[in-house]
């Protein structure tokens, strides 16, 4: 073998590996993007099925809607402590809770409050979508729907985008209330 063809078969065996290298990287970085975007999505359809599940019981809206259609960044709502349990009629005031979905300190939370706190001021918090995905939240009654249907959108910002993605996040939905009419 040539010093010629040493040289020729050094520089073919560089730029192979140098190709394997960077497929390897590029591969990697699209498995964490996708994997990123996951977490994002059971982010998303764990706080809307959240949501779902603890607004079935609600018997008494802190933050109303006008009958007219409104959006807010925030909801504020009375309803079972045990959300498997439901029972609007039950007397006993220590088995409801106030609860409140909104942004604080960039994190989508859910607070839940004592039975005589209706402006939910203080409780315990639960993150439901982490800041890092740079949460949004509306809630909106629309003009002419019945009054105990509430819309809801959900927005997260990926920071990983994989090809061909979008940066933006969204799950939209419906919630119905079912012994209360949010509209007033």
Do not use: H
């Not at 959108?153 to 119905?176: C, F, H, M, W, Y």
């Amino acid at each position: 073998m040539t010093l010629i063809e040493l040289i020729i078969a050094l520089i073919i065996m560089s730029g192979v590996i140098l190709f394997i290298s960077f497929s390897v990287v590029f591969f990697m970085d699209q498995v964490q993007s996708n994997i990123e975007r996951s977490n994002i999505y059971t982010q998303l359809s764990y706080t809307m099925e959240d949501m779902k599940m603890r607004c079935v019981s609600a018997i008494d809206i802190g933050s109303s809607f006008s009958a007219g259609g409104e959006e807010k960044p925030e909801l504020i709502f009375k309803g079972e402590t045990d959300i498997y349990n439901v029972n609007p009629d039950n007397p006993d005031v220590n088995s409801k809770s106030w609860y409140k979905y909104y942004l604080n300190n960039g994190d989508m939370v859910i607070k839940t409050c004592g039975p005589m706190d209706s402006t939910c001021s203080t409780g315990s918090e639960e993150v439901l979508i982490d800041k890092i995905y740079n949460p949004t939240v509306s809630f909106a009654y629309n003009s002419g729907e019945s009054p105990s249907l509430l819309r809801v959108k959900l927005t997260a910002q990926s920071n990983k985008v994989p090809l061909g993605a979008d940066k933006e996040i969204t799950k939209e939905g419906a919630i119905r209330f079912w012994f209360i009419d949010i509209a007033k």
